[in-house]
């Protein structure tokens, strides 16, 4: 079955602003032709993929399961051709990156301004997740490349490679003075509040792990969704937890926190770029993956 291109195109459109009228005023055509364009798109594909919501319209299951598709494909089609007529591969586009919370602060965001700097024309969207999803949007090709923290499960078709490395520390806030003062002992850890990122990110896996190894659990007492979520709390007195020391060395300079001694040293991690090995870069996201390699 051959599908003129167009069809996806304005289905695409279509399903993007849940709006028959904003497609067609994107795509500069007329309403009744987008209408008939999506109605002979179900025909050809025996299925329904649209239906009427109280806000507009709404994609059916189906619909969802190809827009998954064929966002992809446009947003590759669109910014490739959108390079090509600018006649600057290098110096114009759109860049799609996923990033966690921990390599957002730590690696990311001080050399995107530089960058925003030298490129002033390349647009960036940033997609922040756990490492888990990151890399499924990746390999899936919802993102030019990725940058995450380790560990996480890496596979053949994905080529990763060490941008910094960092370590974390036990803080916590000034009424852990005492524990400060004496350190503690990993085992001993479950007596205190303990606040980490939640089940499912490389950070809860990571700390499992380490403290498998000891043969005591890694059970938190108040999950956060985001890295950047933890110091508040830690600094409110609400726990103790392990936070990336270049984040944590202000606030432990203003007396905000305190650095907990522990009988185990916590083995360093790193901050990676991942991009898959089978698929070329846009000039755009080469651009941007060659400026952080030289950074």
Not at 225 to 242: C, E, K, Q, T, Y
Request: one cysteine or more.
């Amino acid at each position: 079955m051959d599908i003129n291109f167009e069809y996806y195109k304005i289905f695409y459109y279509a399903a993007k602003y849940k709006s028959i009228t904003k497609a067609a005023g994107v795509l500069k055509n007329n309403q009744p032709n987008v209408t008939r364009v999506i109605k002979l798109l179900e025909s050809q594909l025996c299925c329904r993929l649209f239906i009427r919501g109280p806000r507009g319209i709404e994609l059916t299951q189906e619909g969802k399961r190809l827009y998954e598709h064929v966002e992809i494909a446009c947003q590759h089609l669109l910014g490739a051709q959108a390079e090509i007529r600018s006649g600057d591969t290098e110096c114009k586009g759109i860049v799609e990156i996923g990033v966690t919370e921990t390599a957002l602060h730590l690696f990311l965001l001080q050399r995107l301004h530089g960058f925003h700097t030298a490129y002033p024309e390349i647009k960036i969207k940033i997609q922040n997740s756990a490492t888990p999803a990151i890399l499924k949007g990746l390999i899936s090709g919802k993102t030019d490349f990725a940058v995450v923290t380790t560990p996480f499960m890496s596979s053949a078709s994905l080529r990763c490679e060490k941008m910094m490395e960092f370590e974390e520390i036990l803080v916590g806030g000034t009424e852990y003075a005492a524990a400060a003062k004496e350190g503690l002992k990993l085992e001993g850890l479950y007596r205190y509040s303990l606040i980490g990122l939640g089940c499912g990110t490389a950070t809860y896996e990571f700390y499992k792990d380490l403290f498998a190894g000891r043969q005591t659990d890694f059970e938190l007492d108040m999950e956060v969704a985001a890295s950047d979520l933890m110091l508040p709390l830690i600094r409110n007195n609400l726990g103790i937890g392990f936070v990336a020391e270049p984040m944590a060395r202000p606030f432990i300079r203003k007396g905000e926190i305190l650095q907990i001694g522990l009988d185990i040293s916590v083995p360093k991690r790193e901050v990676q770029m991942v991009w898959d090995k089978g698929r070329g870069k846009s000039g755009a996201a080469d651009a941007l993956c060659k400026y952080l390699k030289r950074k």
